[in-house]
């Protein structure tokens, strides 16, 4: 008899961050390639017709699990009055913001006010709460905002899960500098979300270098090597637009990101390597 395959979750981040990039999501989950989002309520293309169309997919079978994909770095400013601080209207970079949230120099009061806002701007979008929670650019895995974010989890989304970005045991390099420090973080971030008995996902994968011309097929099939069920793989796929190009330096990548996840390649990747996309509970 053959072995069944180990179902994971493939979640495409930054719903909400350009047109182009809902319109590939969109996509993409109508067709059945991947199974999870992430949405950005604060960026400037998640308006209610943006949700609208997303939750629409979910009409009569789920297709996809929704989550909300918590925003606290530029070029993205909050959601909620007087959060701190802030560079030009703006939250700090992502290099400042972890030197910040290290040296615990951040408002906790004000993280979880931020939080609690981007999840009641979800449930208002959506009309419930999101089956999951994670971070752009890792953030919930920071000092400071890991508290803030389980803490309102746990008051607020006590069913929904969280992602933690430690690596299957066996897809551990020591050269991936990113993705040491990812596993470093996510151990007191699973610590402390088992603690609080907030679910986490198993194990982690889909980081690599966005700045290079990755071979995102040959890249896909070592993400899902060791990935045990319930693992998560991270993907970003999307269309070049004016919009993305002024929010973020991952353009081209998107593209190619998209085109894999389109072709006839990807489900053969997945069979060859015994993996199948989990089905979202209704």
Same mark, same amino acid.
């Given at each position: 008899m053959a072995e069944a395959p180990r179902r994971i979750w493939l979640c495409a981040d930054d719903y909400g961050m350009a047109? +182009?990039?809902? /319109?590939?999501?969109r996509q993409l989950i109508a067709r059945g390639r991947i199974n999870a989002t992430s949405v950005m309520v604060g960026a400037p293309s998640f308006t209610a017709e943006e949700a609208g169309?997303? /939750?629409?997919?979910?009409? +009569?079978?789920? @297709?996809? $699990?929704? +989550?909300?994909?918590?925003? !606290?770095?530029?070029?993205?400013?909050?959601?909620?009055d007087g959060y701190r601080p802030l560079r030009k209207h703006h939250f700090p970079r992502l290099n400042e913001m972890m030197r910040l949230s290290h040296l615990r120099r951040l408002s906790a009061e004000r993280l979880t006010i931020e939080i609690g806002s981007q999840l009641r701007l979800f449930a208002e979008a959506f009309g419930r709460l999101p089956d999951f929670? /994670?971070?752009?650019?890792?953030? &919930?895995?920071?000092? &400071?905002? @890991? /508290?803030?974010?389980?803490?309102?989890m746990a008051e607020a989304a006590p069913d929904a899960w969280v992602r933690q970005c430690g690596r299957a045991r066996g897809a551990r390099r020591l050269n991936d500098r990113k993705g040491l420090l990812l596993d470093?973080?996510?151990v007191r971030f699973r610590s402390k979300a088992a603690t609080m008995r907030i679910a986490t996902n198993p194990a982690f994968a889909g980081a690599y270098d966005f700045a290079g011309k990755a071979d995102y $097929? $040959? !890249?896909?099939? @070592?993400?899902?090597?060791?990935?045990?069920? +319930?693992g998560l793989i991270m993907c970003h796929p999307g269309f070049v637009d004016a919009a993305l190009k002024s929010l973020d330096p991952l353009t081209d990548q998107r593209e190619r990101e998209f085109a894999f996840f389109e072709s006839e390649a990807f489900p053969r990747v997945l069979s060859e390597n015994g993996v199948a996309l989990a089905q979202p509970s209704t």
């Open positions: 047109p +182009g990039v809902n /319109d590939a999501i169309a997303l /939750d629409a997919l979910n009409t +009569g079978q789920t @297709r996809a $699990a929704i +989550g909300l994909h918590v925003t !606290l770095t530029a070029p993205f400013s909050p959601v909620s929670i /994670d971070g752009h650019q890792h953030v &919930q895995l920071f000092p &400071q905002v @890991r /508290d803030a974010l389980l803490k309102v470093v973080l996510s $097929a $040959a !890249l896909f099939a @070592r993400f899902l090597t060791g990935l045990p069920e +319930g």
